[in-house]
């Protein structure tokens, strides 16, 4: 069956430090890989994806994602975290089944302390 | 640019009852999706729009969902009759391409049903 997995529910970090979210995913076929952001009250926001070419995509905020097709991750990353960059971040994934399909993971909630 | 516009942003109703929202994309944006987001969940497609056509309906349940875009425009959501589980937000979100486009999303209505 085609599925996403967000094996974290929450992660979280000290502000400066390298911050990482981890999606993997069963899908067969070249999936289209995203990843959305939910801040508090506020809804959700597109920041980066991977369609083809270059493994390593940037995205807004300061994010990235590397593609991994052997290991079928899209772990979203940052370099150095911000207090502003805690909210609810969701990985999902487009295929192509006799139809366009689309399956959201179930979020990880990312904590940055001060 | 305006943004995916979705009203009423909160309904309470009780079960049996019957309820629509509606939902306004970008302009210029052929694909329109309805989902439906649990509280602690991520978003759940319901039904996805190409212009005016029904791309991938898979996971609506028909007995009592339905969904149109008259016009490949605007879209409204109807549920008759509602059932406590269908408690959650639901949110349109829109894009230019159905395949390789991000999605943009509207804020959401949240639906109570007591």
């Known amino acids: 069956a085609q599925s996403v997995a967000q094996p974290e529910d929450q992660v979280k970090v000290a502000e400066g430090n390298p911050l990482t979210v981890k999606c993997t995913y069963s899908?067969?076929?070249?999936?289209?890989l995203f990843w959305y952001v939910q801040y508090p009250n506020r809804g959700l926001q597109f920041l980066l994806k991977?369609?083809?070419?270059?493994?390593l995509v940037k995205g807004s905020y300061g994010f990235e994602a590397e593609f991994n097709k052997s290991q079928t991750s899209f772990h979203l990353k940052k370099p150095s975290a911000l207090v502003s960059d805690s909210a609810l971040y969701f990985c999902?994934?487009?295929?192509?089944?006799?139809?366009?399909?689309?399956?959201f993971g179930s979020g990880t909630r990312l904590s940055i302390r001060p | 640019e305006a943004g995916v516009a979705q009203s009423p942003r909160y309904k309470i109703i009780e079960k049996r009852q019957s309820v629509a929202f509606w939902c306004n994309p970008i302009?210029?944006?052929?694909?329109l999706y309805w989902y439906q987001q649990i509280l602690g969940q991520g978003p759940k497609l319901l039904i996805q729009?190409?212009?005016?056509?029904?791309?991938?309906d898979s996971q609506l349940p028909k007995d009592r969902f339905s969904a149109e875009r008259l016009k490949g425009v605007d879209s409204t959501l109807k549920i008759q009759p509602a059932k406590l589980e269908d408690s959650a937000v639901y949110l349109c979100?829109?894009?230019?391409?159905?395949?390789?486009?991000?999605?943009?999303f509207g804020p959401g209505t949240r639906l109570t049903v007591t």
């Open positions: 979100a829109s894009s230019l391409d159905g395949l390789a486009g991000e999605q943009y």
């Open positions: 899908v067969s076929g070249n999936p289209y």
């Open positions: 991977y369609i083809t070419g270059d493994n």
């Open positions: 999902a994934v487009r295929f192509y089944s006799s139809a366009s399909k689309i399956i």
């Open positions: 302009s210029g944006h052929a694909t």
């Open positions: 729009f190409q212009n005016n056509g029904v791309v991938d």
